[in-house]
Structure formats: structure tokens, C-alpha cells
Antibody, heavy 120, light 107 residues
């Protein structure tokens, strides 16, 4: 079955960068796009962007343009999300999620989430 | 960007009752690109409904989705104790693929 295993939580200082990884298994990695969603404490879900491992194409939410980079490593079936210039309001649980199926863009599979805490 | 507005913000019901959750889009969304998720405390969201009305694998038939254009509805026919959670709609037809702000279903 499809599994998405994310990296452990991190504590960062304001201005630093963070990399969150998401290792996929159980299906052909390059067949489906991956999305990053974050959730600040007590808040709703926020779409950050998506990436296709097939060709590396990305779409980012305008809010994160210039601060976020999403990449994939097809040799290890891993998706990465780098966020730079961290601020306290970037404190959130970051989820990776995968499309349900081919040409079905709803998020059918989710990682367990990675808590990123930004604090001085 | 397309704004999804969910109502009500909180729904207070009892087990066995029917829950009706609304998701209204600021622009027309193809039903093929409207999904509903359930999130229980401390857990990742779980896909319930995709394509506005198709249940995801393993989702009980008490969950149903309907709607088109700008108005979509998630209905839970008879609430079970495990259904008390937060529900989000999402559109994946246009980037950014926005979420609604959520509806909390509480006892």
C-alpha cells in the first residue's frame, strides 16, 4: 500500500531554512504529483504547492514564491520541501500528500506530518 | 484565487443525527475537482470524497457528497462517535488549490 514517511520535527531560529523530506513507497513514484500542505497551530489547512516527479514541474502558492523550493529524488523516491527565511508564523505542521490517482488531483495519501517550530 | 467558504463554522449535533456541511466557491469549480477531507485531532487529514460525489476507498456509505458550480455539500446521514472531527473542502481545478476554512462537527 502507499506510504508517505516524513522526516522528524525541527526547531529553527528566525531567518534560518528548513528542509522537510517525504519518502514514498508502494507505487510508481513518477506516476503521481505530490503536494505540500501546512497547518499552523489551531488553524486550517494551507496549500503550499505541488511537484511532479515525472518532469520536476512545480506550482507554488504566490504567498511562498521566492521562499519555497520543492524537489524530488527519483533514485530514493523522496520529495523535499525547502523553506527559507523562516519567521515565527511559519511554525506549523507540514504535510506531504500524493494525488489519489492518475489525473485525479485530490489528496488520497498523506504523510504523518512534520512539526517545524520557529523560535529564537 | 478561488475562495472556498464553509458553513457553518461549528455544527453541534448528537450521535445518530444527520449533518449537512456546505462549501461555497467564489467562482465556478468543476465538480471533478472538489474534494472533502476529515481531520481528527492530532492526525493527518483523510480523503472522504473526490470528484464532488465519489467516496474514497474504505469510506462508509453514510458519507455522501453532492453539488456543482459554486455550491457543494457533504452529508453524514447518521453520525457515529468517530465522525466528530473537522471537515475541509478543497478545489484542485485551479492553482492555488485552495481549502475551505473548515467545519467542526462537535457533540
Amino acid at each position: 500500500q502507499v506510504q508517505l514517511i516524513q522526516s522528524r520535527g525541527e526547531v529553527k531560529k528566525p531567518g534560518a531554512s528548513v528542509r522537510v523530506s517525504c519518502k514514498a513507497s508502494g507505487d510508481t513514484f513518477t506516476d503521481y504529483s505530490f503536494t505540500w500542505v501546512r497547518q499552523a497551530p489551531g488553524q486550517g489547512l494551507e496549500w503550499m504547492g505541488r511537484i511532479s516527479p515525472y518532469n520536476g514541474n512545480t506550482h507554488y502558492a504566490q504567498k511562498f514564491q521566492g521562499r519555497v523550493t520543492m524537489t524530488t529524488d527519483t533514485s530514493s523516491n523522496t520529495v523535499y520541501m525547502d523553506l527559507r527565511s523562516l519567521r515565527s508564523d511559519d511554525t506549523a505542521v507540514y504535510y506531504c500528500a500524493r494525488d489519489l490517482g492518475f489525473a485525479e488531483l485530490s489528496l488520497g495519501f498523506w504523510g504523518q506530518g512534520t512539526l517545524v517550530t520557529v523560535s529564537s | 484565487e478561488i475562495v472556498l467558504t464553509q458553513s457553518p463554522g461549528t455544527l453541534s449535533l448528537s450521535p445518530g443525527e444527520r449533518a449537512t456541511l456546505s462549501c461555497r466557491a467564489s467562482e465556478s469549480v468543476s465538480g471533478s475537482y472538489l474534494a472533502w477531507y476529515q481531520q481528527r485531532p492530532g492526525l493527518a487529514p483523510r480523503l472522504l470524497i473526490y470528484g464532488a460525489s465519489s467516496r474514497a476507498t474504505g469510506i462508509p456509505d453514510r458519507f455522501s457528497g453532492s453539488g456543482s458550480g459554486t455550491d457543494f455539500t457533504l452529508t453524514i446521514s447518521r453520525l457515529e462517535p468517530e465522525d466528530f472531527a473537522v471537515y475541509y473542502c478543497q478545489q484542485t481545478g485551479f492553482s492555488p488549490e485552495t481549502f475551505g476554512q473548515g467545519t467542526k462537527v462537535e457533540i
